[in-house]
């Protein structure tokens, strides 16, 4: 069974039209790829446990949905998934924040870790990995990898584009996870950059073209 949700919504797919086009300059991809983490969040969330509270409205004693239970940790994929962060902190503003660096060699495209830093607990907790793209899926797997090694179980990845190859080679890894994606494209080119794609999303985010 897939736990695989393409996202395919009007207002994401404007936004990521506008970043795939060349002409975006830094100040607005980097802006819009947290205004396209904060509506993914909707969905993101939209199983997060509720509990009933008693209140006083100024009209009437009602009983209330809360949120329950231990808030979501957010673990961005350094340094392209950092664009994602304060878009899912909108809607979550108490959330930890971890980091796990992974870099793309470029001629075998395998990832290299640089850097982790986790919250405490985090095998009791919900972890959202936010990463903008999937391709080859490699980055997302080892990022997985990890993040199970430390014993958390429950583990969202939420990217804003993904490519075919890339999105089988996370789901055939990693079954249990559920995988967040904002639009399917159609293929990765002999680069293993994705096509039409938006070109590298951590130098568009940071400006290092
Ligand atoms: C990009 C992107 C993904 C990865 C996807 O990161 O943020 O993590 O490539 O490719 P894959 O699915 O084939 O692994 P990159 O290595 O360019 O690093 P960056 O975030 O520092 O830009
Ligand atoms: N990483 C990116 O940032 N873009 C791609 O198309 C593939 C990997």
Do not use: W
Not at 29 to 57: C, N, Q, W
């Amino acid at each position: 069974m897939s736990n695989t949700i393409i996202l395919d919504h009007p207002l994401i797919n404007h936004k990521i039209s506008l970043l795939r086009d060349e002409n975006t300059g830094t100040r607005d991809f980097r802006h819009i790829v947290e205004e396209i983490a904060t509506i993914m969040s909707y969905e993101v969330f939209r199983d997060l446990p509720t509990e009933l509270v008693g209140i006083k409205t100024p009209v009437a004693e009602a009983k209330v949905p809360v949120l329950s239970g231990r808030k979501p940790d957010i673990i961005p994929k350094l340094r392209a998934g950092l664009g994602m962060v304060n878009g899912l902190l909108n809607v979550m503003p108490s959330a930890k924040v971890g980091h796990i660096g992974l870099s793309r060699d470029e001629v075998t495209h395998e990832p290299h870790e640089y850097y982790v830093n986790m919250p405490k607990h985090i095998d009791e907790r919900l972890v959202i990995l936010p990463d903008p793209m999937l391709a080859t899926g490699g980055s997302a797997i080892h990022a997985v990898d990890f993040i199970k090694k430390s014993g958390c179980k429950n583990i969202k990845f939420v990217c804003i584009i993904a490519a075919p190859e890339g999105l089988k080679a996370l789901e055939n890894a990693h079954p249990d996870i559920q995988i967040y994606v904002g639009a399917l494209d159609k293929e990765l080119n002999s680069n293993a950059y994705i096509v039409p794609g938006l070109g590298d999303a951590g130098d568009r985010i940071f400006g290092t073209l």
